[in-house]
């Protein structure tokens, strides 16, 4: 029972364009949202957060989006670079259970220049 | 300040074998966090402590994982008569509370034969 989605395997974008990576939650009881970002033979580094009590949280050239109706969070960045290239991770988590991670499959993305 | 490290990097053991891997969390990080990546696959959650008191080994795939942190500060997981599943990333990640953002070490890299 996979509680975190992220249903695009990989983008690819041009580098000065906006880059969209999107994730779909269906734990109702998920109350605080990150985006990881992680390059070959590196852990997971943490990008930006959202707690459900916003929908919009936002820093330098990322912003992530937060839509609790649909269950839905994306991470815009915009413009994209070339060193953005890596894969990104959606994760949740909830006061609840801990507030252990549960992460999405991740997405490759690929800023072309 | 030093981030949070893991050793070894990189492990090959036969099946059968014991392994055992460390944390060195951030200096003065009271959550200490496990996580176990397949390839291709995000990290999933494997035990939680608060300084020395292990909270959450939900995740655990079995009696073999076995994980410690006898003075809330480094931390082992130790993993018995290892199997090829076994075969994975196993990530680190400490926190400042239960609720602060996790920030990971690069992980180490298991693999069994």
């Known amino acids: 029972d996979q509680q975190v989605k992220q249903n695009s395997p990989s983008l690819s974008v041009q580098e000065g364009r906006i880059s969209i990576l999107n994730c779909d939650y269906t734990n109702s009881m998920f109350d605080y949202f990150l985006w990881y970002k992680k390059y070959p033979a590196e852990g997971p580094t943490f990008l930006i957060s959202i707690s459900s009590i916003k929908d919009k949280n936002e820093d330098g050239r990322f912003t992530v989006f937060l839509n609790k109706s649909a269950k839905h969070l994306s991470l815009h960045i915009v413009p994209s670079q070339p060193g953005d290239s890596a894969v990104y991770f959606c994760a949740a988590s909830a006061l609840e259970y801990g507030n252990k991670l549960v992460f999405g499959a991740g997405t490759i993305l690929r800023v072309k220049s | 300040g030093a981030g949070v490290s893991q050793s070894p990097r990189y492990k090959v053991a036969k099946r059968g074998q014991d392994v055992a891997l460390r944390c060195d969390p951030i200096s003065g990080h009271v959550s200490l966090f496990w996580y176990q990546q397949a390839l291709g696959q995000g990290p999933e959650f494997l035990t939680y402590?608060?300084?020395?008191?292990?909270?959450?080994k939900s995740g655990l795939p079995s009696d073999r994982f076995f994980a410690e942190r006898p003075e809330g500060s480094v931390s082992t997981l130790k993993i018995q008569r290892t199997q090829q599943e076994d075969s994975a990333v196993y990530l680190c990640a400490s926190s400042w509370s239960e609720q602060e953002t996790q920030y990971f070490g690069p992980g180490t890299r298991l693999l069994v034969l």
């Open positions: 402590f608060q300084n020395e008191a292990q909270l959450d």
